[in-house]
Nanobody
């Protein structure tokens, strides 16, 4: 059973930066597509970014493109989300998600929540104006 634990959230002023981490345990991390989603109060959970299991292919939501950067360290079983030029609309709970995928599908990404099997508990990000 894969377990995901996010960390790094907090309160930051607009224009600032945060780096989120998601540590994985209980599975072969390199076999998983990883993603970040977020959920603002009274809104549905939305896709932020995903990274493929082996090729490092990434896909970003338009709202964060050019400001956020996802990376993964398979040796440390961790995925990171570097968030720069933060805006108040980036406020929300950020969730890490994982889905196991076969080696032959190393470039595959998913952008919708139902495609992911494992979720972390979330970490709060608050951006003040």
């Amino acid at each position: 059973q894969v377990q995901l634990v996010e960390s790094g959230g907090g309160l930051v002023q607009a224009g600032g930066s945060l780096r989120l981490s998601c540590a994985s345990s209980g599975g072969a991390f390199s076999n998983y597509v990883m993603a970040w989603f977020r959920q603002a109060p009274a809104k549905e959970r939305e896709f932020v970014v995903a990274i493929s299991r082996s090729t490092g292919r990434t896909y970003y939501a338009d709202s964060v493109k050019g400001r956020f950067l996802i990376s993964r360290d398979n040796a440390r079983d961790t995925v990171y989300l570097q968030m720069n030029s933060l805006k108040p609309e980036d406020t929300g709970v950020y969730y890490c998600a994982a889905r196991r995928i076969g080696a032959s599908r190393g470039v595959v990404l998913y952008t919708t929540a139902p495609n992911y099997d494992y979720w972390g508990q979330g970490t709060q990000v608050t951006v003040s104006s």
